[in-house]
């Protein structure tokens, strides 16, 4: 072995200089790496604040006007889109309880509940403009000006009262603006109209809300709404704020008694068929043009009969089960 092999000792790695082993192999100049510290990660730019919910499914001001042309004439078809406007205005920037949905989609979907029952210009305009002076800076007496006494008087009826020192409990508060709603419908029975649309739209959102403010909402409404819906004869939005109400005092039996009546009828629909095409056949050979009609089960309606039965029994308590079981009745087949 050469001095030069001695000198040079064992062979360099096979890495070569990025192994750290090889320290040079005497002849060239062995340098060290330089240390360079860990790069920071880069920071996070800050999470976007949440998009305005438009989707498919919102009813828009395109929709309601489509529903008014339908009855009204272009005249007032203009004054429910002035009222919109105004609406819109005034609603800008607001939220619902979510923080996502605009708050105009509230106003919107009151006056689509009315313009669906074919309610005047006036009743859909004090639709639109309810909210507007109780969460605004707009004045009732500016609504009056633009839209007219009618219109400026149904909003007054819905409008609530604020807490002062006068009425210093909410339970005042409500007292007090249920009082003022029944004084304007003794003028104006549109009033309660506008209200029980209000009403039936803030509880199928009740979920958005909290769940001590969802139980007295929905309190409220079962105590108060449904009976003045019941007694005004308008069934069909009793029986519904009657279930919106009972999915907010007790979520988890609402979905019980919803299972259970989906699962009844899945079972039975061979059955009812049967039964609803030998009645027809029957009915029409003997009454020739007669139609037959299934009656339609709800689970509102089963929590009536139930409740019915209670007040009879006089027992405590809203018994769920006793409403499960009255899901099995034989479907009633009314001409």
Partial sequence: M???DAYRGAAPDERGDESGNNRGDGFHEFNEPSFEPPAEPPAK?????????FSHNVFRVYNLMQLVERYMTPTDSAKVYDAFLLAAEKHEGQMRADKVTPYITHPLEVARTLALWYLDVDTVCAALL???PEDTDCTNEEIVEKFGSTVGHLVGGVTKLKRNDELPT????TIASYRKMMQAMTQDFRVVLVKLADRLHNMKTLGNVEPDKRRRVARETSTTYVTLARRMGMNIIRRELQWLSFQGLYPWRSSIMER???TYLQENEEKHEQIFKSTADALDVSIPGSSVLVWKKTCSGCMSSVVAKRSV???SGICWKSACKSLKWKSVIAL
């Fill in 130 to 132: 309810h909210d507007v």
């Fill in 2 to 4: 050469s001095d030069d």
């Fill in 313 to 315: 029994s006089a027992s």
């Fill in 45 to 53: 730019p800050p999470a976007p604040a949440p998009k305005p919910n």
């Fill in 170 to 173: 909410k339970q005042a508060v």
């Fill in 260 to 262: 259970a009546l989906e």
